[in-house]
């Protein structure tokens, strides 16, 4: 029921003196933003501390305009507590909590209560704002029934550009996997609609709050199928005041690669799977040669060979070391050198160098030895016996050449003739090919000499700048010249110089291959391969995540056939199941056509039960080849004069259409799903594939179809009576 206009105007006045708090606070952490940028007091480490602290503090008070208090706690006691995005507290009175953060222990009342469980609560009253107006209020008496207004409310709403936070309309049973307090991997698991996403942002959001200090610092990573999806989502945590998180696609991992094409179903399944590592090790060792014919090296004094018998022997002593490819190619170098060198001082010091001479053979040897470091053909023997690789280097050559993959053991569907074509399934090969490499020592050694010899530079500079400091300041103030002359030594002055990495965890963490994180997200998780999971397990040794996902909507050929063949393997015994069971998106009207398809190819799958009804019937129109372009348009057309959002969902082919893959993760409020058939029977998990598609609308869903209909959709109403099925 909606409330009197008195106490209406009573709300809004505590309201509009949260919002006042909030300035308050706003202004607080502005100056001292200001004056960290002056750099006012401290060392410039401490000023840059300041800086990034209140402008995260900032970013965090930024997001409270929109809904900063949305609710009321009223206790059988008569206490009284209100909830919002952020906590604040009255300063002038012990520091009072005015505004309970919905994190806290003390708001989980709000989303838990019910009339058979009232948590000793009298009343819940939820505000419902315009800007930073309250409108009005719905109020849940306990003991009285109706209490799902607000959340139907919501879930009526039309959909907007982006995905929504649910902070306000959290229910009982998300609200318990939101808390759950489990260190290891947790997966949640529902049907369409369930708020399966939405549920594993929140609970980020409370990680963050109830464990900053463990997961800030090394920031979040949230994997998403494909980039519509990723900023369809992406306003949740911001709106929850939280922004240390990077957000990417499979096909983002490796840094400096944003690759969407997708194999083919065979092709990815064979990428996909652990068998993969074998095929990646033998093609790294197929690079490591022996020479068909001796090759020739000459000395300015004689002539030396390195045949098989030496490069065996080297390259056993190289794999012996463990060390990766490019770090094992110096052992490789040195056995070879070794060799090279006796033999070449052999036949020098023969005739005129006794054994005696030791300090002549030693002399010898060494010269020898830089003669070969230095010698242009000896490198190039090196290059084609032992090559420096990278992922890329190792990769494209062995997808391009057939003798390649035989060599590696390889199956013949992995060629391609453009072999760095890179597909999404490659990304996790070359982000393992990235260990199994190794650096390259000699540019590292190379990038070192020249970073010290800047280095040098630098302090020479630091080292005049004081002396011209101190004699200009002597001569003005004794006190100021000593105080210049205590600054720090040339080397530390010269810290001074070096530009600092002042970029955002967030593009650091991003840029970085090696950068861990302490919690990671992964949504739609049933389509990531076993090499998927090897990447993300290395991004975060912790073990900490949250899993989201729906093994009857996978459509990929490596992806989850269980959640325990892709986890055990990783966190045995350490990962918790956790199921939704309420559809909060997709009315039961247009569930109950998308359930009888998924009682054909996924005969054992429970579907998500609606919590309600849009009293709009789905439909069927079939029209001509020629029509169906006319068809799309006019359906196009209609809804764009509606509230919310549409989309029409194709094969390939049909003029514009996207693909079901495309709309995974997404709703809208109108869809049209075209030859829903030729979705049916395009691949191996096209069923998959239109159990997506069916499942996006929240208030109407037309199916427009040239060729016959699949079995499971033949009772879907026919056109209406205008003749226009829409």
């Not at 206009?5 to 709300?11: G, I, K, V």
């Not at 933003?33 to 060392?43: N, P, Y």
């Not at 800030?216 to 992406?234: D, T």
């Not at 959002?645 to 997404?666: Q, R, Y």
Request: charged letters at 30%.
């Amino acid at each position: 029921m909606s409330g009197g206009e008195e106490e209406l105007r009573s709300e809004r006045s505590y309201v509009a003196g949260l919002y006042a708090r909030l300035d308050a606070e706003r202004a607080r952490v502005d100056g001292e933003h200001d004056a960290a940028l002056r750099g006012d007091g401290g060392t410039p480490v401490d000023r840059d501390v300041r800086v990034r602290w209140s402008a995260k503090q900032m970013k965090r008070l930024a997001v409270a305009d929109n809904g900063l208090c949305f609710g009321r706690l009223d206790a059988l006691s008569g206490d009284r507590a209100y909830i919002g995005r952020i906590g604040l507290s009255d300063e002038e009175n012990d520091d009072e909590p005015v505004l309970l953060d919905w994190r806290a222990p003390a708001s989980r009342a709000f989303y838990v209560a019910t009339a058979a469980h009232p948590e000793n609560l009298r009343r819940r009253r939820q505000f419902h704002s315009r800007g930073r107006q309250v409108v009005e209020f719905t109020d849940e008496v306990f003991g009285e029934g109706g209490g799902d207004a607000a959340l139907l409310a919501a879930v009526d709403a039309p959909r907007g550009d982006g995905m929504r936070d649910i902070v306000a309309t959290i229910q009982a049973e998300q609200d318990e996997i939101i808390r759950l307090d489990h260190p290891g991997v947790l997966v949640i698991e529902g049907g369409p609609g369930t708020g399966k996403t939405v549920v594993a942002l929140h609970r980020v959001a409370y990680l963050l709050y109830t464990q900053r200090e463990r997961i800030e610092r090394g920031g979040v990573l949230v994997v998403g199928p494909n980039p519509a999806f990723l900023n369809h989502i992406s306003r949740v945590l911001p709106s929850l005041g939280e922004s240390e998180v990077v957000f990417l696609t499979t096909g983002d991992l490796v840094p400096g690669l944003h690759v969407t094409t997708e194999d083919r179903p065979e092709a990815a399944r064979l990428k996909g799977s652990r068998a993969i590592l074998d095929v990646l090790a033998a093609a790294v060792a197929d690079r490591q040669r022996l020479p068909e014919r001796p090759l020739p090296i000459e000395l300015a004094d004689t002539a030396v060979r390195i045949d098989a018998e030496t490069a065996e022997w080297a390259r056993q002593e190289a794999r012996a070391s463990g060390l990766p490819h490019n770090e094992a190619r110096a052992v490789f170098t040195e056995i070879v050198t070794y060799v090279l060198t006796e033999r070449a001082a052999t036949r020098i010091g023969r005739g005129w160098l006794t054994r005696n001479d030791r300090d002549a053979w030693k002399d010898l040897r060494v010269d020898l030895g830089t003669e070969l470091a230095e010698h242009e053909a000896f490198a190039a023997a090196l290059d084609e016996l032992w090559p420096v690789l990278t992922p890329e280097t190792l990769l494209a050559p062995l997808y391009s050449a057939p003798e390649r993959l035989r060599a590696a053991g390889a199956d013949p569907a992995l060629a391609r003739a453009d072999g760095a074509a890179w597909t999404v399934s490659d990304v996790p090969l070359l982000d393992e090919l990235v260990d199994l490499l190794g650096r390259d020592t000699a540019a590292d050694a190379a990038a070192g000499r020249t970073a010290e010899r800047e280095r040098r530079a630098e302090t020479e500079y630091a080292a005049g700048t004081m002396d011209v400091l101190t004699l200009d300041y002597e001569e003005l103030d004794e006190d100021i010249g000593v105080r210049v002359a205590d600054l720090t030594h040339a080397e530390g002055l010269a810290d001074r110089f070096v530009e600092r990495d002042t970029r955002e965890l967030v593009e650091r963490a991003a840029a970085d291959r090696d950068w861990t994180y302490r919690h990671v997200v992964v949504d739609e998780a049933q389509e990531l391969s076993e090499m998927d999971w090897r990447v993300l397990m290395r991004h975060c040794p912790s073990r900490s995540f949250t899993v989201v996902g729906d093994l009857a909507q996978r459509r990929s050929a490596a992806g989850a056939t269980s959640w325990d063949t892709m986890l055990e393997p990783y966190v045995p015994g350490r990962w918790a199941h956790r199921s939704l069971s309420v559809n909060y998106r997709t009315p039961a009207e247009i569930m109950t056509v998308a359930a009888g398809l998924l009682a054909e190819f996924a005969p054992g799958v429970q579907p998500p039960e609606s919590v309600r009804v849009c009293g709009v019937q789905p439909w069927s129109r079939r029209v001509a080849d020629v029509e169906l372009r006319d068809a799309v348009e006019e359906f196009v057309r209609i809804e764009a004069g509606r509230d919310g959002t549409s989309v029409v969902i194709g094969p390939s082919g049909v003029p514009g259409a996207v693909a079901p893959s495309e709309t995974k993760g997404l709703e809208f409020d109108a869809v049209l799903v075209v030859e829903p058939m030729r979705i049916l029977t395009g691949g191996p998990r096209g069923a998959a594939e239109l159990y997506v598609a069916l499942t996006r609308a929240t208030q109407r869903l037309g199916v427009l179809h040239h060729g016959p209909l699949p079995q499971s959709l033949t009772g879907l109403a026919g056109a209406s009576q205008n003749g226009t099925g829409f």
